[in-house]
């Protein structure tokens, strides 16, 4: 377990060493976060006043956006990591590769957004509102939550692009590889939060916590 | 002195802080960030301490104080609450003293990501401008109580309805980022920044309080965080999440089906791991004054590590107990009596740890081991009438009484605010290289800890009769005797005394800060590794030019044959003081000075000298 | 050494004070005695323990201060030790535990047969409601809340026709009949203690909560509320008295059955001065009528019956007129006096000029000429 035990070794961290560990950190926050809202919405749900919403369509265009995201991105960090252990024009061939895909992967994250927008106004539309039905407010408060965390996913990712077009380099490679690691933590996170809220009903709840 | 060493790291001092601002302000640098954090933490703690005395006030002299209306007793038992426990000990013990000690303990330079921590405290000082912006609006600050229960925290009846609760939950959610910024890294620190030969196993047990207490806090938090968002939506935007249907003063609300107590689990399975929080890095500082001021190893180190990881992680387990009569399924009064005095188990090897560790001591009656004694008296009260609490049937009368506020107060309250003085008259001398005034030292010791005792001791008993909490009146209750408001009387009487008396502190910290008597590097000759910087204070860096190499625990004192009564975690390998694992030998006889490195046993061969340059880690056998 | 001295005279004088002070349970009034017992034995475990450990400190400190010369023993680590002091506490802990989960078990289960009746909690008064002969409370819900159905009992549920309702915060209850007592309430978290029945639970509202005991011994206890629940939760006190079943009988049959009260004959009048009808419109809407009542019973706040004209006397001693100017400036700064008697709790509530014209109309409309 070197990467654990005391790693100072030679150098301090390398501030991307550290980044990976405080991401993993970050992931175990995040998780308990979405966790906890999810035991708070089963919780909600025993009150005899639910009653679920349908959730639109526009939610598995979503979820495709996600998928489609995570696949470039874990592409777009194998060529950056291609580009960086190589030279000259091999490099550069992988570096131009790991642009695209990177672009690719931050536009991805983007239209999953606007995928998302469109599933609420697509609610709104329905006269389906904020207050008045606990399950349209969880709805709409555990979307925006997961959207806040794909915004700042962005802001990572434009400091990776920065880091590329600066240098095809290790440093950049591993800024990649991050984002795409976080890239697949959000996709996790999201299909946690859709099955919850398409899968679980109250009696599946009832039949689990074996409430009569 | 360390002679052991690395080659040069790539710290290189172009990039070291030169103007003012930088330096002081906008700093980056751990030690800068500690005491920006445990300034502003003892500033609002210093206002909370001035709330419980006006509350006091009402307590001891109901109805004599014309402006202490119900309102501001309610707002201030709030305020008071919420202050103490998030604001002061969270920050002070997590941004106060796991910024400045973790890198120095650990042999870091600073906490891996400076800039990020830079920013949380920053984002801390926003959360307390917000939380006391909230005297300023209309309708003034929240009286709901600490726990901000709803649905009464959103309803009319209780004070700050035009945007004191909205205020308070906003302030929180400031407050959730700036403590996720920060324990970030301090995890990631202590994770990945620790120098040559400091395995896990061999930082002091302060870091293993404030590791452990801040993966608490990185995994409670979040509770707190979703009970507030949706807290603030039900009183802003009308949802329904923990309001059932109710009638505001006469009037039928558009609330429907919430549930109350869904808010009491969240807030709770935050509040529990919260108090954790508080005491586990209280114990790791304990367990590092004792050692050092009684010259003596801690005794059962790795137990210690043991005890605090599993409290921690027991922790998770325990929340219903604040529940036992708050209308949730009966049942799980079962459970939760069953873990919360499982828990009392390590939390009492840790008790019996500290006072082995004075058996067969050199005991010096320092300031800071003054406070370590008092530590041990008052948490062990107010650790037992914790075994009253959580067991259920025995609870039932006994919540919501004063039984309940001396219970936490004492254990919460005094117990670690005891050791954050003993705390700071330890590492006085290595922050700021003078000593704290020895004699003022003494007198605030005497003042706070009998003062503190006589204030809470008694009150039990109120509670025990069954004196409820939360009431600013107690006029003609007949079950109340006329003793138990006189009782009242000297307890406030005692408060203010011991309130006004912190002043003292605070003066002793601002005048020793720039006239105390310098210090030598190392005044209490402690072995841990914080001592031992090439400069006192430490410089931006920490360490000058190469980053130490560690060969034994911190706790290598009066180790049999050597030549002083301690050696330094960085000294020689030769020196001996090797932790009794890497001996083999269980009881303690191994370790003794000038034998070379050992052999075999659970392999803790100390690094042979490294290669230079680039390249691998040195081939070294380490437990993790 | 001071230090080890202080040290000893605070276990001494702990334990003194335990054994001295006049402070303990009140009389026990129920069955509960054995939570007493339980009570009784945690405090001699962990008090041995707190003697034990702190006189070892004691010692410790003394035997080991710092003498010139001398060192500290070298002894980082003892299993053994460890192991037995693990057992030790271990043996403590379910001594402790078992009892108190005994109890807990009793607690949790009602005797079959308990008499129910129900508490209901309010901002800032006790409400109490007994099934009739029907035996079955009937069903209740926030949206039934009026004025003239302060329990929010559903009219058309047959069961709540016959349950006996008690308007005041006095609760009789017969002698040695185990209750089970329904918690429930309207709006905010209450908690009904009475401290010699050491049973209580708190009141959520949104569900029913309950807990049961057995009155043992007669008298008239006070019960407060225990949870939190706004400026005037002090206030919040009532009274149960524990008689005879004959006693009991004859208190009970004294009270109307929801039925009664919904029957209209003691309904008001319909004011024909638009301004009063307003006033009386507004001091439902505001909220006022949750704590003054018009029929003379005190609530919260003094009853609007005869009070314009009255002399009122002040927290401070001091006598006041009940006239407009009064009620103007009560309503507009409730703080800034204090009715004897009664709690400074009144919220302020914004009123236009003409609102206040209306509600000051109105209450003195309520006084006989």
């Known amino acids: ?212 | 002195m360390s002679t052991a060493h690395v080659a040069d790291d790539d710290f290189d001092t172009e990039h070291e802080p030169h103007s003012f601002w930088t330096k002081y302000v906008w700093s980056q640098d751990h030690k800068v960030i500690a005491v920006q954090y445990a300034s502003v933490a003892i500033f609002v703690g210093l206002i909370g301490l001035v709330l419980s005395n006006l509350m006091r006030l009402q307590i001891g002299f109901p109805g004599v104080f014309q402006f202490i209306t119900p309102e501001h007793y309610y707002q201030w038992v709030t305020m008071h609450g919420m202050i103490m426990v998030i604001y002061l000990l969270t920050a002070l013990f997590l941004g106060g003293f796991g910024n400045y000690m973790i890198p120095l303990m650990i042999g870091a330079r600073d906490m891996v990501f400076p800039y990020m921590n830079m920013l949380s405290f920053w984002v801390y000082l926003l959360s307390v401008i917000v939380l006391l912006a909230s005297f300023f609006v209309p309708g003034g600050p929240t009286g709901a109580g600490w726990t901000l229960y709803p649905p009464g925290a959103v309803m009319s009846g209780t004070p700050g309805q035009e945007g004191g609760i909205q205020l308070m939950l906003v302030s929180l959610i400031i407050f959730i980022v700036a403590t996720t910024m920060g324990g970030l890294n301090y995890v990631t620190t202590v994770l990945q920044a620790r120098c040559p030969g400091m395995t896990l196993l061999r930082m002091p047990l302060t870091v293993w309080g404030i590791f452990v207490a801040t993966i608490l806090a990185l995994l409670a938090f979040p509770a707190l965080f979703v009970s507030g968002i949706m807290m603030l939506l039900d009183k802003t935007a009308g949802t329904s999440f923990f309001m059932p249907a109710v009638v505001q003063m006469g009037q039928v609300t558009n609330y429907r089906g919430g549930s109350p107590l869904l808010f009491q689990h969240l807030f709770w399975f935050f509040g529990h791991p919260e108090v954790y929080i508080v005491a586990l890095p209280a114990f790791g500082i304990v367990s590092d004054l004792i050692s050092v001021h009684a010259r003596k190893a801690i005794f059962g180190y790795r137990t210690m590590v043991w005890a605090i990881v599993v409290i921690g992680g027991l922790s998770f387990i325990v929340w219903a107990h604040h529940m036992f009569v708050a209308g949730m399924n009966p049942w799980f009064g079962f459970f939760f009596a069953t873990s919360t005095l499982i828990i009392a188990v390590p939390t009492a090897i840790k008790v019996y740890n500290w006072v082995l560790t004075l058996w067969r001591g050199d005991i010096h009656l320092t300031v800071p081991m003054l406070f370590t004694l008092a530590f041990i008296l008052t948490f062990l009260a107010g650790g037992l009438t914790g075994l009253f609490l959580g067991n259920v049937s025995v609870d039932i009368p006994l919540s919501g009484t004063y039984f309940v506020v001396a219970h936490f107060h004492m254990v919460m309250g005094v117990a670690p605010l005891l050791v954050v003085f003993g705390a700071i008259y330890h590492w006085f001398p290595k922050i700021t290289g003078r000593m704290l005034d020895d004699r003022l030292g003494h007198l605030h010791f005497w003042v706070t800890f009998l003062g503190t005792y006589l204030i809470y001791f008694p009150m039990h008993y109120l509670g025990v009769l069954g004196m409820p909490r939360r009431y600013h009146n107690y006029a003609d209750y007949e079950f109340i005797p006329q003793s138990a408001h006189q009782l009242n009387v000297f307890i406030t009487v005692v408060a203010l005394f011991v309130g006004v008396f912190q002043l003292l502190f605070v003066w002793n910290l601002l005048w020793s800060a720039f006239r105390g008597r310098q210090a030598s590097p190392n005044p209490w000759r402690a072995a841990s590794l914080e001592w031992f910087t090439p400069d006192t204070p430490p410089k931006h860096g920490n360490w000058g030019k190469q980053l130490p190499v560690v060969y034994r625990w911190a706790y290598a004192y009066s180790v049999p044959g050597a030549k002083e009564d301690f050696i330094a975690q960085n000294a020689p390998p030769g020196e001996g003081g090797l932790e009794p694992e890497a001996v083999g030998a269980q009881g303690g006889h191994g370790a003794h000075a000038g034998h070379a490195a050992p052999t075999g046993g659970a392999g803790m061969a100390p690094p042979r000298p490294l290669p230079l340059g680039g390249g691998g880690a040195a081939q070294r056998k380490e437990s993790p | 050494m001071v230090i080890a001295l202080v040290l000893l005279v605070i276990v001494v004088a702990s334990v003194l004070f335990h054994l001295m002070a006049p402070w303990w349970t009140t009389p026990l009034a129920s069955n509960w005695k054995a939570m007493d017992d339980t009570l009784t034995i945690t405090i001699v475990i962990t008090g041995v323990f707190f003697v034990v450990i702190n006189l070892f400190v004691v010692y410790a400190l003394w035997r080991f201060r710092h003498r010139a010369g001398q060192r500290a023993a070298y002894e980082p680590v003892n299993h053994k030790l460890e192991r037995w002091l693990i057992g030790i506490t271990t043996v403590g802990i379910v001594a402790l535990l078992a009892p108190g989960l005994k109890v807990y078990a009793d607690y949790v289960q009602p005797p079959e047969g308990a008499m129910e009746v129900e508490v209901l909690g309010q901002q800032w008064q006790w409400r109490f409601r007994f099934p009739g002969e029907g035996g079955k409370l009937g069903g209740s819900d926030t949206r039934f809340f009026a004025p003239n159905n302060p329990f929010g009992i559903d009219p058309a549920d047959a069961a709540g026709r016959d349950d006996i309702l008690i308007d005041n915060n006095e609760l009789h209850l017969p002698l040695n009949k185990p209750v089970k007592v329904l918690l429930r309430s309207h709006d905010v978290l209450h908690d009904f203690f009475v401290p010699n029945f050491r049973a209580r639970q708190n009141i959520v509202p949104g569900q029913i909560s309950y807990f049961w005991f057995t009155p043992t011994v007669p008298g008239r206890y006070e019960a407060m509320c225990a949870q939190l629940c706004g400026v005037g939760h002090p206030a919040m006190r009532g009274f149960v008295v524990v008689e005879s079943q004959d006693a009991f009988d004859a208190w009970l049959a004294k009270h109307p059955s929801f039925a009664k009260t919904q029957s209209p004959p003691a309904a008001t009048a319909e004011p024909t001065d638009p301004l009063v009808a307003r006033g009386r419109t507004l001091a439902q809407e505001k909220g006022c009528a949750a704590c003054h009542s018009v029929d003379g019973s005190t609530g919260v706040g003094p009853t609007w019956k005869n009070l314009y004209g009255k002399t009122e006397i002040l927290d401070d001693g001091t006598s006041a007129k009940v006239d407009e100017a009064f009620l103007r400036d009560f309503i507009k700064n409730p703080t800034a006096r204090s009715i004897k008697g009664f709690p400074p709790v009144m919220p302020q509530i914004p009123l236009t000029d003409d609102e206040v014209n209306a509600l000051v109309a109105h209450i003195k409309s309520q006084a006989q000429p």
């Open chain 1, 1 to 212: 377990m070197t990467a654990l035990s005391s790693p100072g070794g030679l150098h301090p961290p390398r501030p991307l060493q550290a980044a990976g560990i405080g991401l993993w950190v970050f992931m175990g926050v995040g998780s308990a976060l979405f966790t906890l809202f999810v035991a708070a919405y089963i919780m909600r749900m025993e009150s005899s006043d639910w009653s679920s919403i349908a959730l639109p369509r526009q939610l598995w265009l979503s979820t495709a956006w996600l998928i489609a995201g995570s696949l470039v991105m874990q592409a777009a960090a194998g060529a950056a990591e291609g580009a960086a252990g190589r030279a000259g024009v091999a490099s550069h061939a992988h570096r131009r590769r790991a642009t695209l895909l990177l672009a690719t992967g931050g536009a991805c994250a983007l239209l999953f957004l606007a995928s998302q927008w469109w599933a609420w106004t697509a609610l709104a539309q329905a006269r389906v509102a904020w207050n008045g039905n606990a399950a349209a407010s969880f709805f709409y408060l555990l979307t925006a939550l997961h959207g806040l965390h794909v915004i700042g996913g962005l802001i990572a990712w434009g400091v990776a692009w920065r880091g590329l077009a600066n240098a095809a380099d290790e440093r950049a490679a591993r800024l990649i590889r991050l984002c795409a690691r976080y890239w697949h933590f959000l996709f996790g996170i999201w299909l946690l939060l859709f099955s919850t809220l398409a899968g679980v009903t109250p009696e599946i709840v009832r039949r689990i916590c074996g409430i009569d």
